[in-house]
């Protein structure tokens, strides 16, 4: 181990035997008391020297006696040490890919915040390119999150979608300008490879039969057309929820952008909850579902999808596939999130689990709720799974089921 303070929390000395480690509410600790001698003793956990080489550096600074490995259990203990040679084989592999680490260094930088074992941010960084994550729709809110989440590690990101690339479907982080006629999914795939920071598996334009709702860690729905959107077909997701597979959903419908439900399938809502739930709240709904399905079908118009909501709901989408595809479970779960603008206040609006659906996530607890809840709203302030997830969060899970950390 090369014990190393995280370089990530700004440290300063609230007085003369307190010192704070980060600056935001989120993430700063103060750690007490604290000698000056110790203080400067921090300025050596850099990770460059091991434990033997830290006891001679506290002796010759006249520390007593096992006061360097109880500082360093005392810092590891409050979640503020990480080790510089941690990540097992895999983090050594990495970081002999120099180039590859410096593009990747911002993302592990974070991780660590988020982590409170050393060595565990590399982990978790290296278990991202082994996942395998498969983005549906290469609009541009489809196609900005495939590149993202190849810019951030994942190994594997494949693209689906029909069609060619319009002029509308540019986006920065996107699709390119050049790409304009050619095939939408392998114009987004194409992309996402050249944002990768280490070159990826190349997968042929085809997949197996029966690959498309198997074998992925996450499956993101992201779709251009706007009432795919706002009202998810549940029958399209059927394999997913069949199979177990994990799945977002993601996009703008009008001004307003959406992300979630993040589906657990058998654990949280997923679209035939909304649906069902929708239809409690308003009998209409399934009757304006079906003129807006069938008003899609022959509208050639382009829909609203404004660059920069587009933009900001792709960067909410990876984030939250990127805390699930790390082993957390993100707020998603169980809830979508939508902003619109002008105003662009973030909402939650709660996806119960349905006893009418045949997802089986009632099973689980989730239960039925009264449909006033449905109307609650939460800010982004406030952004919190389901206590039931929360309590769950952090669990070690049986092989073959939905926690993607490997």
């Known amino acids: 181990m090369a014990p190393l303070v995280k370089p990530s929390l700004r440290r300063g000395w609230r007085d003369l ?121 290469a609009g541009r809110v489809g196609s900005m999150i495939a590149s993202l989440l190849s810019a951030a590690g994942v190994g594997d990101v494949d693209v689906r979608d029909v069609g060619r690339v319009e002029p509308w479907d540019v986006a920065p982080g996107g699709l390119p300008a050049e790409t304009v006629g050619d095939r939408r999914d392998e114009a987004a795939r194409r992309t996402a490879r050249r944002c990768a920071p280490d070159r990826p598996p190349r997968r042929g334009p085809h997949s197996p039969p029966g690959e498309e709702a198997t074998g992925h860690s996450l499956v993101i729905i992201a779709p251009r057309d706007d009432v795919a959107v706002h ?108 902003v619109s603008l002008p105003g662009l206040t973030w909402h939650a609006r709660p996806v119960w689990a349905h006893p009418a659906c045949s997802c089986g996530a009632t099973e689980k607890g989730e239960g039925e709720h009264p449909s006033e809840e449905g109307e609650r709203h939460e800010t982004m302030a406030e952004q919190r799974p389901s206590k039931e997830l929360r309590r769950r969060a952090d669990a070690e899970r049986l092989a073959g089921t939905w926690r993607a950390h490997v």
Do not use: I
Request: proline share 7%.
């Open 17 to 137: 035997n307190t010192v704070q480690f980060g600056m935001t509410p989120a993430h700063a600790l103060t750690l007490g008391p604290m000698d000056t001698a110790t203080g400067s003793f921090l300025d050596l956990l850099n990770g460059t020297r091991g434990m033997e080489l830290l006891r001679e550096e506290g002796r010759r600074m006249d520390l007593p006696d096992g006061h360097v490995d109880a500082l360093v259990r005392r810092l590891a203990g409050a979640g503020l040490l990480d080790d510089a040679k941690g990540g097992g084989p895999a983090g050594d592999t990495l970081r002999r890919k120099k180039e590859v680490l410096d593009r990747l260094r911002p993302d592990l930088a974070s991780l660590s915040l988020t982590t409170s074992e050393p060595g565990e941010a590399m982990s978790r960084l290296t278990a991202r390119r082994s996942l395998r994550v498969q983005v549906r729709g």
């Open 231 to 338: 009202a998810p077909s549940p029958s399209a997701a059927e394999p997913l929820v069949a199979s177990g597979t994990p799945h977002l959903y993601a996009g703008v419908v009008e001004g307003t952008g959406v992300v979630g439900p993040l589906v657990l399938p058998g654990e949280t809502g997923c679209a035939g909850c909304l649906n069902e739930g929708r239809t409690d709240r308003d009998p209409a709904w399934p009757r304006l579902v079906a003129q807006w399905r069938s008003g899609s079908r022959r509208a050639r118009e382009v829909r609203p999808c404004d660059l920069t909501l587009a933009t900001t709901v792709a960067g909410l989408a990876a984030a939250h596939a990127l805390t699930f595809l790390d082993g957390r479970v993100p707020s998603s779960a169980g809830a979508r999130w939508e």
